[in-house]
DNA sequence: CGTTCGATGCACT
DNA sequence: GTGCATCGAACGT
């Protein structure tokens, strides 16, 4: 077997991150098309990945529950930049979240990435699902591992160091996936107290790694507009 | 089932 | 000091 040239270490070959083009347009295109593609974190622990089956639009000052409502900050600084950049925060107190700047610079937008489905090092998320918690995270359902924006990140190792990486770079990258596993629907977004009549939530109806369904109180699945 | 509530840190007023 | 783009345990019905 010939060995593949230049590679040192034993994971698979990485696929090419999306271009920045990808992200320098509409934000709701941007969120629409993130479903189904694939976030990769390498790390020296191991590679960690899965496909995204949910998003939410967060688009520019007028929209009151985007970060840069308030205008340029210290916090909020890479919404203005570039797109195709990470944008990653601390949430009440303890959970990052993620997210990818979308828009030309100068225009503060993003997209939240809110859940995936594993594909790549479920052993090495169970592992850091658990530290910390003082609960064993072995009991964890793959499909729960990266089930909301705070559990993602927490599998995938992101934290406020992931702040301002480039997506279209080599360690956190957004690659093509497998498509969207399900029907994409779309519905209000979810934990804000403003700008709850935007429907800037993306996900595929029904998939057992979507955080919540639309309604809230409504068992039936998939409330949100079928796209 | 359903809803409430505590944990926990920091950006912003 | 207030309010979070959350999570999961603990309660009520």
Redesign the pocket.
């Known amino acids: 077997m010939t060995p593949v040239a230049g590679r040192l270490d034993s994971s698979p070959p990485a696929a090419a991150p999306l271009p920045r083009a990808f992200y320098d347009r509409p934000t709701l295109d941007v969120a629409r098309d993130l479903v189904g593609m694939l976030l990769v974190h390498d790390t020296p622990a191991g590679r960690t990945s899965g496909v995204i089956v949910e998003t939410?639009a967060?688009i520019g000052e007028s929209d009151p529950?985007?970060?840069?409502a308030?205008?340029?900050?210290?916090?909020?600084a890479p919404?203005y930049g570039p797109p195709g950049i990470a944008?990653v925060?601390?949430?009440?107190?303890?959970?990052y979240?993620?997210?990818a700047v979308t828009e030309p610079a100068g225009s503060p937008a993003?997209?939240?990435i809110?859940?995936l489905s594993p594909v790549e090092g479920v052993a090495l998320m169970r592992r850091r699902?658990a530290r910390g918690?003082g609960?064993p995270g072995d009991g964890?359902a793959e499909m729960?591992l990266c089930?909301?924006?705070?559990?993602?990140t927490?599998a995938l190792g992101i934290s406020l160091r992931q702040n301002g990486a480039d997506l279209c770079g080599s360690r956190l990258v957004i690659t093509a996936g497998p498509g969207a596993p399900g029907p994409l629907a779309w519905g209000p977004?979810?934990?804000?107290?403003?700008g709850t009549e935007a429907p800037w939530r993306c996900y595929v109806g029904g998939h057992p790694a979507v955080?919540?369904q639309n309604g809230?109180?409504?068992?039936a699945k998939g409330k949100g507009h079928r796209v």
């Not at 925060?89 to 959970?95: A, D, E, K």
């Not at 089930?147 to 993602?152: A, D, E, F, I, S």
């Not at 809230?216 to 068992?219: F, I, L, T, V």
Request: proline share 9%; aromatic share 8%.
């Open positions: 939410e967060y529950a985007c970060h840069a308030p205008g340029p900050t210290p916090r909020n919404l944008y925060y601390l949430n009440y107190g303890m959970h979240l993620v997210n993003a997209v939240l809110r859940a699902r918690t609960r964890l729960a089930r909301g924006p705070g559990n993602l927490r977004r979810i934990g804000i107290s403003v955080s919540k809230g109180s409504d068992p």
